[in-house]
């Protein structure tokens, strides 16, 4: 019997949205990269999660309380019980290379409907926080995971 493939892949998803951004953030569509500079640090944390076998539904996302995105898991709530089951199972090594994700905090799916003058001015520490997602994804692909 064939092994059913799941079409969840977050760390191609991480890959595609932070590559978007960049392309954004060269292009003066600041706003719009920051949300892509989100869903992309949220594919990476997803990535560390299916990695580490969290349950996840039949098309590979996680189930609660992961199925969030990254402003709620970077929560301190959250991103604790992520860190817990992240521990035991060989993922500590990749939550080390992103500590500045707790700078998405700040970030909302809302801003896709605001106001550029109402956007938290937080694009760079974004776009910082996305670049240790990248390089985390980076080191899990050095290490055989992607």
């Known amino acids: 019997m064939a092994a059913i493939i799941k079409p969840v892949d977050f760390p191609a998803a991480a890959r595609r949205h932070l590559d978007d951004a960049r392309l954004l953030e060269d292009n003066g569509r600041e706003p719009n990269a920051g949300q892509l500079y989100g869903f992309g640090a949220e594919c990476g944390l997803k990535a560390i999660l299916t990695w580490c076998g969290t349950p996840s539904d039949a098309e590979g996302s996680p189930n609660r309380p992961y199925r969030v995105h990254v402003d709620e898991l970077v929560s301190a709530n959250v991103f604790q019980q992520l860190h817990l089951f992240v521990q035991g199972r060989s993922g500590a090594k990749y939550l080390a290379v992103i500590t500045h994700i707790g700078d998405f905090a700040d ?37 055989g995971l992607t």
């Open 107 to 143: 970030w909302r799916t809302a801003h896709r409907y605001y106001s550029p003058a109402n956007i938290p001015g937080s694009l760079a520490k974004w776009r910082a926080a996305a670049d240790q997602v990248r390089a985390m994804l980076d080191q899990a692909r050095a290490d």
